[in-house]
């Protein structure tokens, strides 16, 4: 069909069809198969699914994972997202830890169909990894710089799509315990699954500021949110705020949550 079609034409209608289909068309040719792994058509497919995503929140579908801590059993599975919310709609996906007995596994975030996910502790036993339950693909990040064998740390992990770099970014940051509290600030490293590999994080961390490992991230805009606070000196008393990470950049920012009493963290 490449045969008859300008590249245009073709790449539009790959871009339009569903990524499992597109997975099978890699096998078509060595040309098709370079296409459909570009940075280039990736973007476009995305930018189509988003495009085309319907405006009814009844046809959402979000991922739910269900623990059996008496079976030590973990399941992933697809819902729709309405309020019917019907049985004969959930589909079972395959687990993608097929070694792990150790520890459960939690979502640390999703975007663009792809998940991080990562054990209960964040890098404390097994790997972090990306997964794509839809075609079926994961990418196992490598071990970190800072363990918690080497250094007795509580990990952070950020997850989200930098789009002005068009690469999936994770961003690190490992707090050593000490006699009273965290010690900060914690020590930072970014991954971008374009190069494959754990940095340092060279840039400006905010100062005396804590986030719990167990507190869930948020992506707006391309910048990862938690919530966070910074110990008020002798007092006892926390101010609470928000910790910002935008994943283009890689600047870290605050925001205040001056609304809000700051007597007690925030859970």
């Known amino acids: 069909m490449s045969d008859y079609l300008p590249q245009e034409v073709l790449i539009k209608i790959l871009a339009r069809l569903p990524p499992v289909s597109v ?13 459909i ?9 995305i930018e189509q699914a988003i495009l085309s995503k319907p405006v009814d929140a009844g046809t959402e579908q979000i991922i739910v994972r269900r623990y059996s801590k008496g079976q030590n059993s973990e399941v992933y599975s697809v819902h729709i997202d309405n309020e019917e919310f019907p049985d004969d709609k ?11 007995t ?18 209960d502790l964040f890098g404390q036993a097994d790997s972090t990894l990306l997964w794509n339950p839809v075609i079926k693909r994961k990418v196992t990040l490598p071990v970190p710089q800072a363990t918690f064998d080497t250094m007795g740390l509580t ?34 490293e970014v991954y971008a699954l374009s190069i494959g590999n754990w940095r340092e994080f060279s840039g400006e961390v905010p100062v005396n500021c804590v986030v719990e490992y167990f507190w869930s991230e ?50």
């Open 23 to 35: 997975i099978k068309f890699r096998c078509v040719s060595k040309s098709w198969n370079l296409l």
């Open 37 to 45: 792994a570009s940075p280039f058509f990736i973007s476009m497919q």
């Open 90 to 100: 959930n589909i079972k996906i395959e687990y993608p830890f097929r070694d792990s």
């Open 102 to 119: 150790r520890f459960y596994y939690r979502i640390v975030g999703s975007c663009n169909g792809v998940l991080c996910l990562s054990d």
């Open 155 to 188: 990990f952070v992990l950020g997850f989200g799509f930098d789009v002005e770099n068009n690469d999936y970014k994770l961003v690190r940051m490992a707090y050593v315990q000490g006699d009273y509290g965290y010690l900060v600030p914690p020590k930072v």
């Open 218 to 267: 948020v992506i707006i805009s391309g910048k990862v949110h938690w919530v966070a606070y910074r110990n008020m000196g002798m007092q006892e008393k926390v101010e609470n705020l928000i910790t910002v990470f935008n994943l283009s950049s890689e600047v870290f920012d605050e925001m205040q949550l001056s609304a809000l009493e700051n007597e007690s963290r925030l859970i």
